[in-house]
């Protein structure tokens, strides 16, 4: 059964602890990407990576970081730095570029 | 910069009602336009698509869209909704040939359609 898997599907942290978010793909895509979606301001894309070991900031990749070392894995780690964590966090890929992406099932972050 | 506006946040419609969703974008060059739909407590999926040739997409569970160039407009229509229907779309763009597949969203539209 192909896909992108997230987990966990909720997450709760404490205030200046930092987290991780898993992101796997199954579908051999090269391209993966994550956004965070908040109500009313629609998807904003944090970083992408278009191949292996390499990747790159989005529109609002201050306060997280990412790693690409696996072409199915792309863990995005939310720092203590960033100001405003709790969002709806979505991991997405595509085969290659322009191309449709398609979207894990999300995880939802709430820092307490 | 590119960006994408969607001007109706919210529309509540009856059953059979028919829907028009807006969709506008900048950007002077060739684009490609999406529209994603997200299903209470499902992933983001795609519902069409529009990269090259004929204006007139049409999607999945009978919707359609229109590229109109000269309006920078990618309007999403369907002509009598469901229930099922009850859900949150989204338009995107991105501009391709250049050195990455960045989709640049709308803020969203919430639609509920009443029984």
């Known amino acids: 059964d192909g896909g992108i898997t997230q987990s966990p599907k909720y997450l709760f942290r404490k205030e200046g602890q930092n987290v991780t978010l898993s992101c796997e793909q199954n579908?051999?895509?090269?391209?993966m990407y994550w956004y965070r979606q908040d109500p009313g301001q629609g998807l904003r894309l944090i970083y992408y990576s278009q191949i292996v070991n390499d990747f790159q900031k989005g529109d609002i990749a201050e306060g997280y970081s990412v790693s690409r070392e696996k072409k199915e894995s792309f863990p995005l780690t939310v720092t203590s730095a960033q100001k405003n964590p709790t969002a709806f966090y979505l991991c997405?890929?595509?085969?290659?570029?322009?191309?449709?992406?398609?979207f894990g099932p999300g995880t939802r972050l709430t820092v307490l | 910069a590119q960006s994408v506006s969607q001007h109706n946040h919210h529309v509540i419609l009856s059953e059979a009602a028919s829907l028009e969703l807006g969709c506008n974008y900048s950007?002077?060059?060739?684009?490609?336009l999406f529209w994603y739909v997200q299903y209470p407590g499902q992933h983001l999926q795609l519902l069409l698509k529009y990269f090259s040739g004929d204006p007139l997409v049409k999607g999945i569970k009978g919707f359609e869209a229109e590229f109109i160039k000269s309006k920078f407009s990618f309007n999403l229509r369907k002509p009598s909704v469901q229930w099922s229907d009850t859900a949150e779309y989204f338009c995107a763009v991105n501009a391709p040939g250049g050195a990455t597949n960045k989709l640049i969203f709308g803020t969203g539209t919430l639609l509920a359609v009443q029984p």
């Open positions: 997405a890929s595509s085969i290659y570029s322009p191309d449709t992406q398609y």
């Open positions: 950007y002077g060059g060739t684009v490609n």
């Open positions: 579908l051999n895509h090269d391209a």
